[in-house]
């Protein structure tokens, strides 16, 4: 079974750039989210898709946008970044409604 | 509102056991997870308990449940140096909605375990 992988695992990027983070959800889960992880804080919610629709979103603002594909993986879109979008993304993946397993993150450090 | 609280820190010997504390305040929270996160890695699932419980045991490890108090703890029994790590209590705020997705996590700052050998 595989797990939860998520690429790149650290990208460098400069203010007004846009970035694009992938997730390929464990095998067998039909839900991804993604939580935004800055230094010495728990995650935050950024947002989650059921089946290619989108199913919640946290208190992030309209340039941080996603998708979810018929396989399941997911993408991260972050434009016009800021010096404040460095943090640490995570992706979880479940199925239904069960426990939300995550991947080793991207590492986003915004110049 | 949704909030989740732990301490920023425990210091235990190895082979002591190890009790970390959380409170949360949403009283509609239906499910309560315990995370464990290493230096520069992601974040692990150890357990979940649902909020009809008062206690789940699984191997070294207990998570009790207080519901009247809103507190969740998370027991480690004979604390071993590789469980130093940051742990993290979350809350699901809802129960799976008609569909079957699951809702958001709400989690803690974090707990930083340092277990001295």
């Known amino acids: 079974e595989t797990g939860v992988t998520q690429s790149p695992t650290h990208l460098i990027k400069t203010r007004g750039q846009q970035v694009t983070l992938r997730c390929s959800s464990q095998?067998?889960?039909?839900?991804v989210s993604w939580y935004q992880q800055a230094l010495g804080q728990g995650p935050q919610f950024i947002f989650q898709?059921?089946?290619?629709?989108?199913?919640g979103r946290g208190n992030f603002p309209p340039r941080f946008s996603g998708l979810q594909f018929p396989n399941y993986s997911s993408e991260l879109n972050v434009n016009a970044l800021e010096l404040d979008d460095s943090a640490l993304y995570l992706c979880?993946?479940?199925?239904?409604?069960?426990?939300?397993?995550f991947g080793d993150g991207t590492r986003l450090s915004i110049l | 509102g949704e909030d989740v609280e732990q301490s920023l820190f425990l210091s235990v010997r190895e082979g002591d056991s190890s009790v970390i504390n959380c409170t949360y305040t949403?009283?509609?929270?239906?499910?309560l997870y315990w995370y464990k996160q290493e230096p520069g890695a992601g974040l692990q699932l150890l357990t979940y308990?649902?909020?009809?419980?008062d206690m789940k045991q699984d191997q070294r490890l207990t998570v009790l449940l207080n519901k009247k108090d809103k507190h969740l703890s998370l027991r480690i029994a004979d604390t071993q140096t590789g469980d130093s790590a940051i742990y993290f209590c979350?809350?699901?705020?809802?129960?799976?909605?008609?569909?079957?997705?699951?809702?958001?996590?709400?989690f803690g700052t974090g707990t930083l375990l340092a277990v001295q050998p």
């Open positions: 979880a993946s479940s199925l239904d409604g069960g426990p939300q397993h």
């Open positions: 095998s067998g889960h039909n839900t």
């Open positions: 898709y059921y089946r290619e629709e989108k199913n």
């Open positions: 949403d009283s509609s929270s239906t499910y």
């Open positions: 308990i649902f909020s009809n419980m």
């Open positions: 979350a809350e699901s705020s809802r129960p799976p909605d008609l569909n079957g997705a699951t809702n958001k996590l709400i």
